[in-house]
Structure formats: structure tokens, C-alpha cells
């Protein structure tokens, strides 16, 4: 059940500002973000519910979050088993599983959405739920790189309506972009901040602009990366290295790219490469191509740039 708190937005000097109190989340998509997503928000005294297409998916997301908050109880809890596990069973007991979104978000506040990058399907999954989710529930993608405008013109609920853009993995990244379009309300905005506030996350405004903030830098410079390895300037091995000894990043940009995903990646360039057809930064890149249609998404099935089994 929503319900709505009043509270001094500060930079808006004493302007009483409302925003949803957000106890109920419906996740969908129970692949990497959507998976991420859920452990943090159930962690956080939040009920969850997962949902996929797929049932395989969501046993194996479950599994994921049990093993990971497994992970954090032993070291943050570890001379005070007891709470630990009560940490544990609250969190798994905030996780429910559905395949059928129509029916679960009915008692929903907000909806984060992490299904495939792909606008249609983001569309017609968020036209689907406009239809059956109460007025006051709240809409959120996780896109990388779609625009939030495009996806919400499927929906009646344009003012409810902005980006949540979580990065992987979403348990230690600290950071979420919050999207507002045009017509995004000032209500919904400040609940999205509020909402990432309380999962103890370090949250940025962005305007709905490709790339937002993080990727407009970040797909640059993975481009030029697959570029330089593609001319044979480098090896992707010594390009890894180098940005991670020369510059201190946890990943280069090949590793970075496998742990994404590549088919996300195909996904991302694909819609780019389409919205700037003349621009060369977004030409096709055989090597992409080629390893996506042997099916080698990265570290999620075992092989990407690199081999994991
Ligand atoms: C290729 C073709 C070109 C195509 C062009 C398209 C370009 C598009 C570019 C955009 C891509 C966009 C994707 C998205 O929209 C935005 C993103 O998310 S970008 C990715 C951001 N993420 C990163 O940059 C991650 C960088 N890596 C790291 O920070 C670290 O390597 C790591 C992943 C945290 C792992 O750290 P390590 O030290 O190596 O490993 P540890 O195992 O010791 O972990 C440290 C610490 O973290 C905990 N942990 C690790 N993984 C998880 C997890 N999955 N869940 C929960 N916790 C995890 C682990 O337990 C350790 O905790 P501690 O013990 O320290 O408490
Ligand atoms: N991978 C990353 O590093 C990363 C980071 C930030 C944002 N994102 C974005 O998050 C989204 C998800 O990415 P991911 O890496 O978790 O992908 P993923 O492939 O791991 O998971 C996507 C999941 O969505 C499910 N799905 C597809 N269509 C669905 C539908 N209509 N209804 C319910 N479930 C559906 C799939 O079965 C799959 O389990 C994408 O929009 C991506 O751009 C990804």
C-alpha cells in the first residue's frame, strides 16, 4: 500500500515536495540486473517480486541472491551469527517468484523493468501492465541506452513514468542514474530518488538523453577499444591490462564487455547504429557480430572475448 510524505526537498528552498513511499516492487526480467535489483531492494526491507517468462530463470535468480546475501551475512554479521541469520530469512522471505506480471503488480507501488534491450518488447510488456497496474504505481526502466520517452509512449501513465538505471553488479555498484523526461512528475522523480536513497544506493539526475550520463562516456570508449583490437593495434589481453594498470580500472574494456554481456552490447550498438546511421563510431563491428552469432554472450554462457569454464 502507497502512501505519500510530505518533506523539504533541499535547492528547492522549503517547497514542500510529495513522494510515494515505495514498499512494494514488482522486478521484471530475473536475469543479471533484474536479479541485482532484487537482492538489494529485499535486502533493504522491501517486498519483491521477481518475474520472468522464464521459471528456469527465477529459480536460478533466487539461488543467486540466496548465495550472494550468504556472502554478506558471513562477513558483515560475522561475530553475530544469530542476526546474521535472521538478515538472511527476512531478505529471502521479501522474495516472491511470478511468470505473470498482469497479476503481480496489481499490488505493486513501483515497477522496475530489466527484461532484453529491445524498445519493442519494452513497449509492449509496459502498454500490457499500464492496463491492469493500479494509478498510483510507478514506472521505471533499467535500459542502458533506449530512450525512457520511447518507452513510456506505450503507457497512459506518462507522468509516473522515468528511468531507474542501475549498474552490474548492482549488490556493490553504489551508483543509480535517475531519469525524469519531460513528463515525469516532480512526485515520481522524488520517489525514484527516494527509492534508490533507501537502497543505500548514490543516486544522479539525467536528463533522457542517449547514454544518460555513465554510457554516453562509457560507449566510446569501449568502441574505441574493439576498434584498436580490430586494426591489431593491440591485443585485447594488453588493452585490458593497460587500463587497468595505467588508468586503475577494475576491468578493461573486453572483461567489462563480457561481464555486461555481448548480446546486450549487440543490442546497444545495434539501436545506435540505427539512430546514427551516418556516424562511423556506430559501424557494425565484425568481431561483435561474429562472437554474438556463435552465441558466445561473455561470461554468462561461458565464453565471450575471453573463455570462464
Ligand atoms: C564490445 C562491442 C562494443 C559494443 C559497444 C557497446 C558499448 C556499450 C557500453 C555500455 C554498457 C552498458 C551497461 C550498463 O548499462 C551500465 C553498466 O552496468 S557498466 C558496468 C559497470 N560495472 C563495472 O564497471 C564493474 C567493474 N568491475 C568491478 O567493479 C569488479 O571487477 C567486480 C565486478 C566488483 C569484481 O570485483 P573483484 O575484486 O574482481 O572480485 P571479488 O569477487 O573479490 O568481488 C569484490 C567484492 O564484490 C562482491 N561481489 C562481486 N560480484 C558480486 C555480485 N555479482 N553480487 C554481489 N556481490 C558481488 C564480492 O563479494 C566482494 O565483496 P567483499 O568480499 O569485498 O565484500
Ligand atoms: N548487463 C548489464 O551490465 C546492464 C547494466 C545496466 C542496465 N542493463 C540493462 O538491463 C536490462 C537487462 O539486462 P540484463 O543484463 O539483466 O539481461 P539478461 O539477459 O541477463 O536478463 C534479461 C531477462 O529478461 C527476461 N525477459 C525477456 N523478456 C521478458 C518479458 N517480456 N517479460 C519478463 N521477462 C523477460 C529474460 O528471460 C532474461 O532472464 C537491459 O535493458 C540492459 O540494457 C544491463
Known sequence: MAFFTHHICRGLSSSAVRHVVIKNVTIIGGGQMG???????????????????????????????????????????????????????????????????????????????????????????????????????????????????????????????????????????????????????????????????????????CKDTPGFIVNRLLLPYILDAVRMYERGDGSKEDIDIAMKLGCGYPMGPFELSDYVGLDTMKFIMDGWSAANPDNPMFAQSEVLNKLVAEGKFGKKTGEGFYKYK
Open 35 to 205: 536479479a541485482g535489483i532484487a537482492q538489494v531492494a529485499a535486502s533493504t526491507g522491501h517486498a519483491v517480486t521477481l518475474v520472468d517468462t522464464n521459471e528456469d530463470i527465477l529459480k536460478k535468480a533466487v539461488k543467486g541472491i540466496e548465495g550472494n546475501l550468504k556472502r554478506v551475512v558471513k562477513k558483515k554479521f560475522a561475530d553475530k551469527p544469530e542476526a546474521g541469520e535472521e538478515f538472511l530469512q527476512k531478505a529471502m522471505q521479501n522474495v516472491s517468484i511470478s511468470t505473470d506480471a498482469g497479476s503481480v503488480v496489481q499490488g505493486t507501488d513501483l515497477v522496475v523493468e530489466a527484461i532484453v534491450e529491445n524498445l519493442k518488447v519494452k513497449q509492449d510488456l509496459f502498454g500490457g501492465l499500464d492496463k491492469v497496474a493500479p494509478a498510483h504505481t510507478i514506472f521505471a526502466s533499467n535500459t542502458s541506452s533506449l530512450s525512457i520517452t520511447d518507452i513510456a509512449s506505450s503507457t497512459n501513465r506518462l507522468d509516473r513514468f522515468g528511468g531507474l538505471h542501475f549498474f552490474n553488479p548492482v549488490p556493490v555498484m553504489r551508483l543509480v542514474e535517475v531519469i525524469a523526461t519531460s513528463s515525469t512528475s516532480q512526485e515520481t522523480f522524488d520517489s525514484l530518488l527516494n527509492f534508490s536513497k533507501m537502497l543505500g544506493k548514490t543516486s544522479v539526475s
